[in-house]
């Protein structure tokens, strides 16, 4: 299981994933569904209760309005 600091770390060196995350962020939304199969797929410990915090934090790091 991956943490989210571990994939934001390969998220620098990893082309196919850096991609993958700039279809999901091409509407400038991330929907629960997106987030439920990212995490899935990606295997991150991570629960809906970190969704809004999620959200916040793309905010502020201007990848979605």
Not at 36 to 61: G, N, R, T, W
């Amino acid at each position: 299981m991956a943490t989210v600091e571990e994939l934001i770390r390969q998220y620098d060196t990893d082309p196919e994933l850096r991609k993958e995350i700039e279809e999901i962020l091409a509407d400038q939304k991330i929907t629960m569904g997106e987030f439920l199969s990212f995490a899935k797929k990606h295997d991150v410990q991570v629960s809906l209760a970190d969704f809004p915090k999620i959200i916040k934090e793309a905010k502020e790091a201007g990848l979605i309005k």
